[in-house]
């Protein structure tokens, strides 16, 4: 047993979790002759603030999908000029789908969060 589910706390915040669609993997694959992307098993979580609704959740990710959508797309290449331009909100959705939770379960709360700078 890895640890005690018992034992399980939630901390203050809400969770924001982005998933690549294909048309992320579909660009990755142009920028390399030899890239073969065909899915990630990762995806990628933001910590909101707590008490926040899906509404919320979705207001905030507007006003600041852009900002998402270039971390993604730093994630798999560094080198903006080939990034698309004129990124939209639409354009967002049609490469990422994302979901909300209003709790995050600490599995580990017995352990120190450790926060690093990117």
């Known amino acids: 047993k890895i640890c005690n589910m018992k034992m399980n ?6 969770v924001l979790v982005l998933v690549a669609k294909q048309p992320y993997y579909d660009w990755g694959n142009s920028l390399d002759d030899s ?7 990762e995806c990628s979580s933001h910590l909101l603030d ?4 899906s509404t919320e959740a979705e207001e905030f990710l507007k006003l ?3 900002e998402l959508f270039q971390e993604q797309l730093h994630g798999m290449w560094t080198d ?10 639409e354009m967002f959705n ?5 979901h909300f939770s209003s709790m995050v379960w600490d599995i580990f709360a017995d352990k120190k969060i450790v926060w690093e700078e990117w």
């Open 9 to 14: 706390k939630t901390i203050n915040r809400s």
């Open 50 to 53: 707590e008490g926040w609704s």
């Open 80 to 89: 903006e000029s080939a990034w698309p331009q004129n990124r939209t909100w």
């Open 35 to 41: 890239s073969d992307i065909d899915k990630f098993d």
């Open 94 to 98: 049609e490469w990422f789908d994302w």
């Open 64 to 66: 600041n999908f852009d």
